[in-house]
């Protein structure tokens, strides 16, 4: 097989574990690392160099200064180095900020739920897929910001990222361990399709249930449908108890290990079957078969893929999207617009695509004023 090139943009703490673990991956592949902290990435990429070396592993490994504001440049960047591969880890403000909140500042917080803070994830994907489409190369962009939601917005303009990670693909290894343990098989021999919204993966680890929100699950061994051997509720119970884990950002290596396995399932066209958010577009998680074009939909008898997307566009409804016009104006849901205006003073009820910008600024310094009592 060719030598694929993968370019990495932002190495931050996600993008951070990602780039560890592909430059341990055998096989040949040249990585191009990206980030607008030039100094931290570059220290980044050479540390990464040096402790895959230190494991027998040489891959080959450069760095290179971007700004994804300015589109033009990062057009000119992608065409320099021309990557099969992007994977994109960049955000405006990670997900666990608000986590560094008082707990009951938080908990009161997350109520808003997911959905209201999306213009800190979709601005730079949004820009960095209109770098893509300038270049008019065939490069396949993975991508880590809310992909459940920003994927199926730039869809509608024809910008969205092939495949996203984490998120639906974080609590598919408790679940078959759950399953695992109950019919007393290994877990290797547990094949499961789960079909949910960013909701459902993070209720989940925390509380047990899926929270109200839809999903589909249906469980395989040795090609039997075993989904009516288990009780559900039970295995999702067993999640933040007997397969309790780290969480937070001590749990960001599970995310990162999604992200790493979609990547070499890209770059190296293997076709594996995972799990992934915002396939082709669509909102939500899915099963999925990953290959050289991204992940194509894996479903399972009994299930067409508009009830797929059913379900999780009624999931997304559980987090603060009430829906995405044809355009790609994104209505958040009344209960989530209320406590963002009451705590944070930011009152949007919808957002159009290309307000994406200003927004994150709005809600960005907002937010910052709202903290600055916490401190």
């Given amino acids: ?169 974080n609590p598919v290894p408790a679940i078959r361990s759950s399953i695992a343990y109950r019919l007393a098989k290994p877990m290797k021999e547990i094949t499961i399709f789960f079909f949910a919204q960013h909701y459902v993966s993070h209720y989940l680890p925390r509380f047990g249930t899926a929270g109200g929100a839809p999903y589909f699950l249906k469980a395989i061994v040795d090609g039997e449908d075993i989904t009516g051997e288990v009780n559900v509720e039970e295995v999702f119970a067993d999640i933040p108890n007997r397969f309790r884990r780290a969480g937070g950002r001590d749990g960001q290596i599970l995310t990162a290990s999604s992200a790493t396995g979609t990547v070499l399932a890209v770059a190296d066209d293997t076709g594996e079957f995972m799990h992934a958010p915002g396939p082709s577009g669509l909102p939500g998680g899915y099963p999925v078969r990953v290959d050289r074009n991204g992940g194509k939909v894996i479903l399972p008898k009994g299930l067409a893929l508009d009830a797929a997307i059913r379900i999780n566009e009624e999931g997304q409804r559980y987090d603060g999207i009430d829906r995405i016009d044809q355009d790609g104006t994104v209505h958040y849901t009344e209960k989530s617009v209320a406590i963002m205006k009451e705590m944070l003073d930011y009152d949007c009820k919808l957002m159009k695509l290309e307000e994406t910008e200003a927004q994150s600024e709005e809600l960005g310094r907002k937010f910052k004023k709202f903290t600055e009592k916490y401190r």
């Fill in 1 to 169: 097989m060719a030598r694929s090139t993968i370019m990495m943009i932002g190495i931050g703490d996600l993008g951070g574990h990602v780039l560890e673990m592909l430059v341990r991956a055998p096989g040949s592949r040249r990585i191009i690392t990206a980030d607008t902290n030039e100094d931290w990435a570059y220290r980044k990429t050479n540390i990464a160099a040096f402790g895959a070396a230190q494991l027998g592993y040489y891959p080959e490994l450069e760095f290179v200064k971007v700004d994804l504001y300015n589109v033009d440049q990062t057009a000119e960047i992608i065409s320099q180095y021309k990557p099969e591969v992007i994977y994109s880890a960049v955000s405006l403000q990670s997900w666990w900020v608000i986590n560094t909140l008082p707990k009951e500042v938080f908990e009161k917080l997350d109520m808003a739920r997911f959905g209201p803070w999306l213009p800190m994830h979709l601005t730079l994907v949004y820009k960095l897929m209109q770098a893509v489409k300038q270049t008019g190369l065939d490069v396949k962009v993975i991508n880590s910001a809310f992909p459940d939601a920003t994927h199926p917005v730039l869809d509608k303009v024809g910008l969205a990222p092939a495949i996203g990670i984490g998120n639906v693909a």
